[in-house]
T-cell receptor, first 115, second 110 residues
Framework: NAGVMQNPRHLVRRRGQEARLRCSPM?????VYWYRQLPEEGLKFMVY????????ESGMPKERFSAEFPKEGPSILRIQQVVRGDSAAYFC?????????????FGPGTRLTVT | QKEVEQNSGPLSVPEGAIASLNCTYS??????FFWYRQYSGKSPELIMS????GDKEDGRFTAQLNKASQYVSLLIRDSQPSDSATYLC??????????FGTGTRLTIIP
């Protein structure tokens, strides 16, 4: 009974490098959400995707960040040219439906450290 | 004004007592309300969801919703040391994204 899977669990990147974070939703779930948790701050929504579609990216920084959820394979959150301020925990959640009455379940997160 | 507000705590409760966690939200069109538990260094874990006014009970947990007052609470009965964690209130208002409060840190004292 696999839950939401994320990898890697820990990622260290030097400033200017690229970070790729992967998320496989829970079985039977086709809706994926990415959230970011900065140190000592709350969880903030970044982007909501369904297969091959970005539904809402209102929380995503306009530059350097992108997300995809291809027909086959996991959802990818990509951060180009990372800066120290990108250091955070990035969580993926999935749900079986996009309607607000459906619960979102979180993966273990990827902890990104930018040196 | 923050969209979802919680007292950051820490809230200390003796073992066996009732822990009461509160949350207010600003958007009147909010439809769905959730409580997540997050242990230090771990991911949020869904413990309760509530969609209509009133109480919803699940084991030792009771969620209470009052949409007129824009208020949602979580009661934990017979508190255990393992309940020590940060509790996050989250709301969905007209779209599918969760808006979180900053969380209340709960400590159960043995």
């Amino acid at each position: 009974n696999a839950g939401v899977m994320q990898n890697p669990r820990h990622l260290v990147r030097r400033r200017g490098q690229e970070a790729r974070l992967r998320c496989s939703p829970m079985k039977g779930h086709s809706h994926v959400y990415w959230y970011r948790q900065l140190p000592e701050e709350g969880l903030k929504f970044m982007v909501y995707l369904q297969k091959e579609n970005i539904i809402d990216e209102s929380g995503m920084p306009k530059e350097r960040f992108s997300a995809e959820f291809p027909k086959e394979g996991p959802s990818i959150l990509r951060i180009q040219q990372v800066v120290r301020g990108d250091s955070a925990a990035y969580f993926c959640a999935s749900s079986s439906q996009g309607a607000s009455s459906y619960e979102q379940y979180f993966g273990p997160g990827t902890r990104l450290t930018v040196t | 004004q923050k969209e979802v507000e919680q007292n950051s705590g820490p809230l200390s409760v003796p073992e066996g007592a009732i822990a009461s966690l509160n949350c207010t939200y600003s958007d009147r069109v909010s439809q769905s309300f959730f409580w997540y538990r997050q242990y230090s260094g771990k991911s949020p874990e869904l413990i309760m969801s509530i969609y209509s006014n009133g109480d919803k009970e699940d084991g030792r947990f009771t969620a209470q919703l009052n949409k007129a007052s824009q208020y949602v609470s979580l009661l934990i009965r017979d508190s255990q040391p393992s309940d020590s964690a940060t509790y996050l209130c989250a709301v969905i208002a007209g779209n599918e994204k969760l808006t979180f409060g900053t969380g209340t840190r709960l400590t159960i004292i043995p």
